[in-house]
């Protein structure tokens, strides 16, 4: 903890760091799915790691939004007998709508069928179709369209693709290609030295290791169009076909600044950090970044992959029953105590087995028994000593805790916070203020206090809600209040 005190040296890094600006992306989400809390666990880091951006006084800017082409939209539109610009309409209208109920605070939500998108993007394409960079060849390979992708048959488990339980089509037809295979060797180097000047990070290692690995292995020029998927944006030179959804969806990055003319976000001094799972690790590390040095733009800095939420040691699916809605979660654990337990079960860089009776067991016992009755016990007491008080203190995060934080290690930085609710409720416990009164309570109870006002700014970017109620309930004439986090039956 540190004392406040504004040197001008403070403002000449103050004033440094409000110039630094962060640009932090989600994947756009396919709109064949209603939110669930693989979603959420990525726009919850994302809104995090801007928040604490934020904090540190850099200028933000957040996005997210729903990717609505391609056949598997179509095929799921057609099952609820819905034509596919109402359905996308409706499904990414639930996305809009859960994102603000969890306090999440993107700055845009992209949709690719918007026509801005795809007039960005049909430039963008017509650019490498005038440079050589697209060529037609003919094609044949087994599709899934689960996972809107060639996939070999090495695979396939019984003939199926294991993540979507469902045999491949054999799609054999004339499409364009991007020469990707002439980037692998500016891309190896890219990912190896720093010195590159396209150089990006792929984490964590694991993941980086893997890309590097099927880079100097196995790459083949990749196909950007469809001739029988009519639910697409038309190839601007060859109205017959339009384009594979993954290519546009990646331009959504750059697109949706153009839309918002924020394009200086998309320059070489901002960190650009894309944050998504790890199936689609390989377009955001290997195709999205070689289409990018072929335009001659800017590459993001950090491509951060992170695994799967399983449910009781199953893959969560929609087949299986066992999904995880962020509503229900909101029901049962309100909006901070869904953030929390998200963060703190955040899959780094493991798959994170995760159940009902496992939240509400967290839930109680660091929320409704840590943090929560801390928080009654000290506003009791002071209210009985009729304390006031007036934070004169500021804070800056540890590095440690700071480390934690941008390198998406939730479940540390939020360990952080916790060992100081202990080191706190133990402190007080020691002191037992309720036999104390006079000067040495208040001395006792001004402690706890400021310790209060810490703990709720390092609380800022992940409970933002309950940091503001812990500062403002322990300022000026401080009262008790109904528990912050009611405890839950098990
Ligand atoms: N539309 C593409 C992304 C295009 S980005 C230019 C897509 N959409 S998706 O809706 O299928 O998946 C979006 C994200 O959700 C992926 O990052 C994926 O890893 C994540 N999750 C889906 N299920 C998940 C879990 N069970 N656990 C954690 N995240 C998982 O892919």
Redesign the pocket.
Known sequence: MKEARKSSRDDVKYCHTMNQKYYVTT????VN?IPHI??T??TLAADALARFAKQQGKEVFFLTGT?EHGAKVVEAASKEGVPPQEFCDQVSQRFRDIWPRLNIQNDYFIRTTNPKHKEIFSRLINQLYDQGEIYKKKYGGWYCVGCEKYITEKDLVDGKCPDHNRPPIWQEEENYFFKLTKYVPILIEAIQNPHSPYYYQVEPEAKRNEVLSRLKDDVIDISISRANVPWGIPIPWDKEQTTYVWIE??C?YYSALEINNRLDFWAKDVEIDHL?????LWFHAAVWPAMLIALNLPLPKRIFA?N??MVDGQ??SKSLGNVIAPEEMIKRYGVDGTRYLIYTSF?HTNDSDVGWSRFTEKYNSDLANGLGNLVSRVARLCEKAQLEHKPEVQFECPNEFTHAVNNLKFDQALAYIWEKITQVDKTFNEQEPWKQSGEALKKTLRTSVTSLHEIAYLLTSFLPQTAEQIKEQFTGEIQARTPLFPKIDA
């Open positions: 994947p756009i989400y396919y799915d693989g979603h666990c990525t990717d969806a990646l959504n998504v799972g790890k199936e689609i992170h799967f939420y893959k969560m899959p």
